[in-house]
């Protein structure tokens, strides 16, 4: 069951502007990715759903956030169907994030109440989106869509809140692109946590990689 209402999630995601994403099946390996995330000042992490038993290191990791990591805020990505969603949710995430709008996945998070954030690439998916109860849409994949994609939603549509997956590097030129375009927060996975770093256990490389990110985001949306 999820500890975070879905406006506590994205109030969370606008403030701090950035959501880890990450997934490994070692579990221990796991826990300290997502504790260097943790100290590096993040405060929520996507734990993508992309492997055999995923939804067995995920439980675990959720009972260690409960305990071990107050105030974090974890959640689950790459979910494309309702079935996973609600595996999930039992689980205790307290956000889902699909690469696709799917209006089977948004029923059963919305009758929890826990927030979801569907991945689109049209204003018409966007709208949808919101009409389905969406409160940050994922663009994805956001390296193909440019920071352009989200100035000209941002016109006609100053609601509308947006997070840029794929294509998002912990650099200040390329951040700035985002937010001054209007990003609200965005998602950052390979770039932030590469497989060099798991591979010679860098986490403290991690934990930096994550307050320079933060500071950057911090800088460029003053």
């Not at 975070?4 to 221990?28: C, N, Q, W």
């Not at 993040?42 to 067995?56: N, P, Q, V, W, Y």
């Not at 109440?113 to 018409?124: E, H």
């Amino acid at each position: 069951m999820a500890n975070y209402s879905r406006i506590e999630v994205a109030t969370v995601m606008k403030e701090t502007g950035l959501v880890p994403l990450f997934f490994h099946s070692d579990i221990a390996i796991t826990k300290k990715v997502t504790k260097a995330c943790y100290d590096g000042g993040a405060r929520l992490l996507e734990f993508t759903s992309r492997g055999d038993f995923a939804h067995e290191v995920f439980g675990e990791l959720s009972k260690y956030c409960n305990t071990e990591l107050p105030g974090m805020i974890l959640g689950v990505g790459s979910v494309t169907d309702a079935a996973s969603a609600s595996l999930y949710m039992s689980l205790g995430a307290n956000f889902v994030v699909t690469p696709v709008l799917r209006e089977d996945i948004a029923m059963v998070c919305n009758r929890r109440k826990v927030m979801w954030s569907p991945g689109c690439g049209s204003l018409t998916e966007i709208c949808k989106a919101e009409e389905l109860g969406c409160e940050v849409v994922k663009l994805f994949p956001g390296g193909i869509y440019g920071p352009g994609f989200i100035k000209a939603i941002k016109g006609p549509q100053p609601w509308t809140s947006i997070m840029p997956t794929g294509g998002v590097a912990p650099s200040e030129d390329n951040l700035k692109g985002w937010f001054d375009a209007g990003a609200t927060c965005v998602g950052m996975g390979s770039k932030l946590i590469t497989k060099d770093m798991i591979a010679v256990g860098d986490f403290a490389g991690i934990q930096s990689n994550c307050e320079k990110a933060i500071a950057i985001i911090n800088r460029v949306r003053s």
